[in-house]
């Protein structure tokens, strides 16, 4: 009963195929293999943009931190929210990588627009002492689990077209976002203002690949030498293509990701019944952050549940309130739920 991570499912069985498949015979290296040739095509179809450049790479920190150096200059400054994942947990890896420093907006995990003008209006205010103007990095679905709406979105856009700033997506979740909203690829990128998208795999259910999509190709010539310089350009690319290409064939990665947010919305019903848990924000995919007190906690993980918290519950009185994070993955059965919610709902009772 493990809901701590999306990164701790298994792969599915179609993807397992596939890397078997692709494991018969000799491909061409470096990514110009046949399924390469599939995945790029599918990649352009799928977001309705047949000039859009398409690349692989095996993590998302690779993604984010390499698509982010392709848009932006040492000199220059990314915004992003406090709480992204290039701020939080990728060890510095986009500064490493583009050089620039990272501008964090606001204190929410939702970039808004209000405060992104601000920001964007303090800097270029010192001359050549002070960082330049870089990209917007915004994150979806958010490291809280809230989904950017397509207006959302396209406010923080127009807002970063006004000072000519690029802006990128780290599409960690990107399938599960989708799904939320019920629209197009196009529609929650290029269309809405999106310059570059880290397209998520891994979290949905692939061994280990991410996409990066360019829907300018002008960058992708220095994106390849990034990719190379980086040690992220895989000799033996086809194991990526593979996994990639099952993925998105017949929709995969649409199903996946149905499957999992069908899952916590019952995960979601069942938990605003239950008193004491209390949402940190309202979940809108297969993320979810609850408050609880520290004894729910304890009973829940002597009874199997494996989640992760924000604070210790040990050492702390019954009542004290902590924060927690659920996360469903596409293999979690409506059954899995239902033993979670039973556990909950006993956790529930004091004096049990």
Known sequence: MIFSSDNYSPVPQQVMDALAEANNGYQPSYGEDSQMKKVRHLMQTI????????????????????????????????????VSHIHEDECNAPEFFSGAKLTLVGDSDKINPTELRKSIQAEESRGVHGPQRGPVSITQITEKGQVYTLSEINEITRIAREFKLPVHM?????????????????????????????????KNGLMGVEGVIFFDPE?????????KRAAHLFSKHRYLSAQMLAYLENDLWIELASKANK?????????????????LVEPKANLIFVTMPAYMHRKAFEKGLEYYTWSEIEGVSDDTPVVSRFVVDWSRSLSDIDKFLEIMRNAAKKEI
Do not use: H
């Open 219 to 227: 960058k992708a010539w220095e994106f390849e030498l990034r990719r």
């Open 263 to 279: 899952a916590a919305s019952l995960l979601i019903e069942g938990l605003r019944n239950i008193e004491k848990v209390d949402f």
């Open 47 to 82: 977001f309705e943009a047949p000039d859009a450049a398409v690349y692989l790479v095996a993590t998302g920190t690779a993604a984010n931190s390499l698509a982010l150096s392709t848009l932006c200059e040492p000199w220059q400054t990314i915004f992003c929210s406090p």
């Open 170 to 202: 780290d599409g960690a979740r990107f399938a599960n976002a989708l799904v939320s909203l019920d629209c197009t690829a196009a529609e929650m990128t290029w269309k809405s203002g999106i310059d570059v998208v880290s397209f998520g795999g891994t």
